[in-house]
């Protein structure tokens, strides 16, 4: 009869760690040096909800929370601006699929569109891109500024770390018009994206100057730097 004691013990902490409030968990788990926020915090850290929930000042609307033991992070579920699903942490995020539109990330880039991130793992170990995985795409592109859609031209490409640094090389080509766009991303959310363009349709042509780019020996150019989220 000498375990009622030690499996009562056991009994009631395993109690308390189910009853653990989801807001506890908010800090000690990382997401929220990631980048997590909500207006309220209700439920457990099994199964919670963020009301007015945002990643980096981006709707989530109200996301549907739960601890991720292996991960260590918490798993989240959104259908707000941003809409999907994966695992934050204070290092970055793991088995990321979501959409999002880029101008809400990003405004200042002569590109939009929507954003989508398939199966996307970062680890930013010490500031540093440590290693990553998943693709990037960008869908419904249309130039800035006097630009507008350019029908079924679509940009993906495989995330890779290098030199410390995310990069997103996203390409394709459509309706006469080639881009090519590299995105360079570091632990403060820091960016760097070069793009370049190319197009034989005068209306493009002339809604890349429209849109900050330069003419370059082989079609146009454009550099941009910034913060992810600022600006909005």
């Known amino acids: 009869m000498r375990w009622i004691a030690p499996a009562a013990s056991l009994t009631f902490v395993l ?6 409030p989801l ?3 908010l800090g000690w788990s990382g997401a929220a040096q990631a980048g997590l926020s909500a207006r309220q915090a209700t439920g457990t850290i099994w ?5 007015g929930a945002a990643y980096h ?9 739960s601890l991720d ?3 260590l992070g918490l798993r989240v579920a959104a259908d707000g601006e941003a809409r ?4 934050l942490r204070a290092s970055g995020v793991s088995h990321a699929t979501a959409a999002l539109p880029l101008a809400r990330l990003a405004p200042g880039l002569p590109l939009k569109g929507e954003l989508r991130v398939e199966d996307l793992s970062v680890d930013f170990g010490k500031g540093a891109c440590r290693k990553t995985r998943g693709r990037v795409a960008l869908q419904d592109v249309r130039l800035g500024g006097a630009g507008g859609p350019v029908p079924g031209l679509r940009l993906a490409g495989q995330a890779g770390c290098r030199e410390g640094r995310l990069v ?3 390409t394709g080509e459509a309706s006469g018009v080639a881009v090519e766009s590299m995105a360079r991303l570091d632990g403060a959310g820091r960016y760097e994206v070069t793009t370049r363009l190319r197009a034989t349709d005068p209306v493009v042509t002339a ?7 330069e003419r370059g020996l082989d079609g146009f150019i454009r550099t941009d730097k910034g913060t992810l989220g600022a600006g909005r």
């Not at 809604?207 to 780019?213: I, M, R, V, Y």
Request: charged share 10%; proline share 2%; glycine share 22%.
């Open 15 to 20: 109690a308390l760690l189910v009853l653990i």
């Open 23 to 25: 807001r506890m968990a």
């Open 47 to 51: 199964s919670g909800r963020l009301a």
């Open 57 to 65: 000042g981006i709707s989530l609307g109200d996301a549907r929370v």
């Open 69 to 71: 033991i292996m991960g």
């Open 84 to 87: 999907g699903r994966g695992t």
């Open 168 to 170: 997103l090389p996203l």
């Open 207 to 213: 809604a890349a100057g429209g849109a900050g780019f």
